[in-house]
Nanobody, 123 residues
Framework: VQLQASGGGLVQAGGSLRLSCAAS????????VGWFRQAPGKEREFVAT????????YYADSVKGRFTASRDNAKNTMYLQMNSLKPEDTAVYYC?????????????????WGQGTQVTVSS
C-alpha cells in the first residue's frame, strides 16, 4: 500500500489549502482514513478522520469548523480542505489508511501512512 500526499505549501494566516492523498495497492473504499500532523518539537497529533463510506467525520477541537475531510472512493483519494488557517496549524501533515471501516483518532488504528506534506502558515 502506498499513500502519496500533496497540496502543502506556504500560505498567509486566514488563507486556505487543500491537501490530497492518493492511495494504491489496497481496497481503499473499505477502510477509514485519517489526517494527522506534527509540528516542530511536538508529537504527531490527530486532525481529522472519515469513515470508509465518507458519511461520518470526526475532528480535533483545534480544527473543528475550519477543516473538512472528504474522500472520493472512485479515485482512491482523500482530501483535507483547510480554511481560516492559523500559524499554529504549521506542521507536516500525514494521511493514513485505517485498519477498519470505522473512524478513529488513535494512531494505532492506522495501518499505512503517507510521507507527509509541509504546511506553513505565516502571520
Amino acid at each position: 500500500v502506498q499513500l502519496q500526499a500533496s497540496g502543502g505549501g506556504l500560505v498567509q494566516a486566514g488563507g486556505s489549502l487543500r491537501l490530497s492523498c492518493a492511495a494504491s495497492g489496497r481496497t481503499f473504499s473499505s477502510y477509514a482514513v485519517g489526517w494527522f500532523r506534527q509540528a516542530p518539537g511536538k508529537e504527531r497529533e490527530f486532525v481529522a478522520t472519515i469513515t470508509s463510506s465518507g458519511i461520518a467525520t470526526y475532528y480535533a477541537d483545534s480544527v473543528k469548523g475550519r477543516f473538512t475531510a472528504s474522500r472520493d472512493n472512485a479515485k482512491n483519494t482523500m482530501y483535507l480542505q483547510m480554511n481560516s488557517l492559523k500559524p499554529e496549524d504549521t506542521a507536516v501533515y500525514y494521511c493514513a489508511l485505517g485498519r477498519s471501516s470505522y473512524y478513529s483518532s488513535r494512531q494505532g488504528e492506522y495501518a499505512y501512512w503517507g510521507q507527509g506534506t509541509q504546511v506553513t502558515v505565516s502571520s
